[in-house]
């Protein structure tokens, strides 16, 4: 079984920046790829971000690319989101994801418990 913690939301302006966290614990060996996932009131839940463990290659949605940064401490185990330039339509519950590079992109193997995020105007 994997674990998977996040922490970091909260409420921000627009034009501000926030950064997410994910602490991945249990059977990680059984994990290649993580990512982030968001879904807005009244909204399907919408991929955002993915990277893989080991080569560091990174994926974002067109929505968030060059304001969302996803990278890892392989060391610590976690993953980061780091986003900028937020806009209200980034409002969301952000959740983190695991899994293998066939599972990650639209069905991940482990979800997180979300994290909430408010960006106000």
């Known amino acids: 079984q994997v674990q998977l913690v996040e922490s970091g939301g909260g409420l921000v302006q627009a034009v501000g920046s926030l950064r997410l966290s994910c602490a991945v614990s249990?059977?990680?060996?059984?994990?290649?790829?993580m990512g982030w996932f968001r879904q807005a009131p009244g909204k399907e839940r919408e991929f955002v971000a993915a990277i893989t463990w080991s080569g560091g290659r990174t994926y974002y949605a067109d929505s968030v690319k060059g304001r969302f940064t996803i990278s890892r401490d392989n060391a610590k185990n976690t993953v980061y989101l780091e986003m900028n330039s937020l806009k209200p339509d980034d409002t969301a519950v952000y959740y983190c994801?695991?899994?293998?590079?066939?599972?990650?992109?639209?069905?991940?193997?482990?979800w997180g418990q979300g994290t909430q995020v408010t960006v106000s105007s």
């Open positions: 249990g059977r990680t060996f059984s994990v290649s790829a």
């Open positions: 994801a695991a899994g293998s590079t066939a599972t990650i992109f639209r069905t991940p193997d482990y």
